[in-house]
């Protein structure tokens, strides 16, 4: 019998976050697979004479539900398969990262734009005129390291955005291009480079259309022009499993918004009833054995 164990974030108590681990280990159970689960606060990587030791049994492969890149590189170094890849983590966990890694791919996503990095209390913001003449009126702030839409904001105007850029003054963020009519876009999920499952996300009372955020999912079919963008997107960014966040412009144009390495599927999988989980897990069966 294969050993498997599920990484998860030692300070998360998302109950999407308890929902994903009690379906990952329903379906490695009924595949005969026994699994494990830890946080990343009982995890402790020792750097020591130039060499690495972790207070961690061998397993067959790591189910890696976080974020913490570091960690995933430590679990590397160590001989341990992630799922997803280290470096997959690395660049989906700084959504910056996710678009620099996507140019010149023939993948089209908002015109956006990488706020500077300020070190000081005392900031020069000027050059949010050039921002403004870029993109324009609402303006979509992301700070680069988020998730659920709760990291993500709106700027109607001169004020707004100032406050925005206040607060998020010392934090890795981006400006994007506001695509309309905001609160709409299309979830899908992408197993061994395949759509398996997509649907249309709304919010009518918010321009987020994140489940977290208010908004509500519904079974959708999509071109093959969309589900190519996704699948492409997960081939560049090497990732086993992920979901893919998709935009329609005003032209009716495809774009890539975000990629996210480990996608909640508790609202796919009610929408579309496909078992998420269980293709998941099959995958990684394949992939070990």
Do not use: W
Not at 23 to 38: D, G, I, P, T
Not at 125 to 138: A, F, R, T, W
Not at 156 to 164: P, R
Not at 264 to 277: L, M, P, R, S
Request: proline content about 2%.
């Amino acid at each position: 019998m294969k050993d498997g164990l599920i990484i998860i974030n030692g300070y998360s108590e998302y109950e999407s976050t308890k929902h994903q681990v009690r379906r990952l280990l329903e379906e490695f159970s009924n595949a005969n697979v026994n699994v494990s689960v830890k946080k990343t606060t009982d995890i402790v990587p020792i750097i020591e004479n130039g060499n690495i030791s972790i207070n961690l049994p061998k397993y067959d492969f790591v189910v890696y539900l976080d974020k913490d890149k570091y960690l995933a590189d430590v679990l590397t170094k160590c001989g341990y398969k992630l799922f997803n890849s280290a470096k997959s983590i690395e660049l989906c966990d700084d959504k910056m990262v996710t678009h620099l890694s996507l140019i010149n791919k023939g993948i089209d996503m908002p015109k956006t734009i990488s706020a500077p990095l300020c070190y000081v209390n005392s900031g020069d913001y000027s050059y949010l005129d050039k921002v403004i003449e870029q993109l324009g009126y609402p303006i979509v702030v992301k700070e680069c390291f988020g998730s659920k839409g709760a990291q993500v904001f709106l700027a109607n105007n001169m004020n707004e955005l100032l406050e925005i850029e206040n607060s998020l003054r010392f934090k890795a963020h981006l400006f994007q291009q506001f695509i309309k009519p905001g609160g709409v876009d299309y979830r899908l999920i992408v197993i061994n480079h395949k759509v398996i499952a997509s649907m249309k996300r709304e919010n009518k009372n918010d321009f987020r259309s994140n489940v977290a955020q208010g908004g509500s999912g519904t079974k959708v079919e999509l071109s093959n022009e969309i589900k190519e963008l996704a699948i492409k997107s997960s081939e560049v960014l090497g990732l086993d499993y992920c979901g893919v966040d998709i935009l329609i412009d005003e032209n009716n144009n495809p774009m890539v918004c975000e990629v996210n390495s480990n996608a909640f599927f508790e609202g796919i999988e009610k929408a579309t009833n496909v078992n998420v989980a269980k293709l998941y897990v099959k995958h990684i069966i394949n992939v070990i054995e």
